[in-house]
């Protein structure tokens, strides 16, 4: 509901809880910005709070620590449906304060010189409150965890990767201690000369740079959609990616689209250049026990991809220098047929920029060896099995060769004794 919606109540309940939640916001933020004056020796521990906290600012990871300060992975309602994930029922916010907006409009005044009625532009800025939540208070939507598994509605454990810290930069100790200097100037005040007594960075070089803190590293692809007459529209998701060397491939789990696998083509003959073609797998496998008996339907494997309401399923044989997308013809879950051409083309997308990511693994030396190791492997299979076909088959043609000796023998002599017969 947009607030022109609203009633007089439900404006005055609206304006009633972002007063509430500025408040909320203010008083973490200066309850930490005090801890932190008392214990100095907290800065550092709080700068990596930070830097698993990006892109916030310091002083909306005040507010957050604050609040919660056990928080890993923050996101505001509209972004962890980006993610696949709803907002549980019994979910905390936490209140942080905006980046200032400023909103232009037209009005009309009354010029005193002329007395005439005239239309001006005229702008405001305020700082919106905006309320997050931690991953903690998320639940998977409308299908279980791409990472993880849990069924949907179903909170996730702990060790699920959007549970984790994200990797980022720690501020430096001076621009945590400029913050501090901001919110106190009416509390006593911050004295940066504390920094001086706490001894080595542990988040800098010997160069003065900063590390990276540990944590998950979400890595971002777009989608591009334009329709007749309307403005371009573009939508990120985020991915993690596993290796694994057993398959071998590249499993990539993207939020809000699901899992595509990409490994390389197990029929192909060479020895592995990066320009090969690879097989495009959507979704993970399907259990031998629900595979179809014919082979027009395809079955779509859990976390398959979703784009304009086509699951897409099977495979596709795809050759990473090829320009043209069209050709590869996905298939759509079900009887025959392929994906629609806007959604193919969506798809191409995606695995345009999958693909580069996938040949630039540090990994993918060892997944093309793995994999002409497999093929290896299943060329000795097929030339054993090739060896043992045409052995039974030399057997079998001597048979037939000793069978085809006795009888002429037989019939020489029977023509050389016709009184025998």
Known sequence: MSRSDMTDEEMAAYKARKDAGRARAHEAETQIAILLREHPEAIDGFRAFCARMNPYSIRNCMRIYGQNPDAAHVQPRFF????????????????????????????EEKNPKTG??????????????????????????????????????????????????????????????????????????????????????????????????????????????????????TRRYRFLHTVDLERPGVRYAVAGLGVIWIS?????????????AV?????????????????????????APNI????????????????????FA????????????????KMGQVLRQLLPHYRGLIEFDAIEEAAFRKRAARRAREAEHEAKRLAE????????RAEAERRAAEHRHQAANPNEL
């Not at 449906?81 to 009005?107: H, S």
């Not at 997050?132 to 791409?146: G, H, L, M, S």
Request: net charge negative; hydrophobic share 30%.
């Open 80 to 107: 962890w449906g980006g993610y696949g994930r709803a907002i549980a029922d019994d979910a905390a916010r936490i209140w942080i304060l905006a980046p200032k907006v400023e909103r232009k409009f037209t009005k």
């Open 393 to 400: 088959r030399e057997r079998e043609l001597a048979e037939e």
């Open 330 to 345: 996905p298939h759509r879950k079900g009887y025959g047929g392929t994906v629609t051409e806007g959604a193919a083309e």
């Open 264 to 276: 390389p083509y197990e029929l192909r003959n060479d020895t592995g250049n990066g320009h090969a």
């Open 116 to 233: 005439e009625t005239e239309e001006v532009e005229d702008a405001y800025k305020f700082w919106p409150v905006e309320d997050v939540y931690a991953a903690q208070a998320t639940v998977p939507k409308n299908q279980p965890c791409i990472f993880c598994n849990t069924p949907e509605g179903e909170r996730c454990p702990d060790t699920c990767a959007v549970m984790q810290p994200q990797a980022g930069a720690a501020p430096s100790r001076e621009e945590v201690a400029e913050e501090l200097r901001k919110v106190l100037k009416n509390a006593g005040g911050f004295d940066p000369s504390v920094l001086a007594g706490l001894g080595p960075d542990p988040m800098q070089d010997r160069y003065g740079d900063p590390y990276e803190t540990p944590g998950i590293r979400w890595e971002t692809i777009a989608v591009t959609a334009s329709r007749k007459g309307a403005k371009e529209k």
């Open 279 to 303: 097989t495009v797998q959507y979704g993970d496998d399907v259990p031998a026990a629900d595979r179809h008996w014919d082979s027009r339907y395809h079955q779509a494997g859990p976390h």
């Open 308 to 327: 304009n309401s086509i699951t897409f399923a099977g495979t596709s044989i795809v050759y990473p220098h090829e320009e043209r997308w069209r050709w």
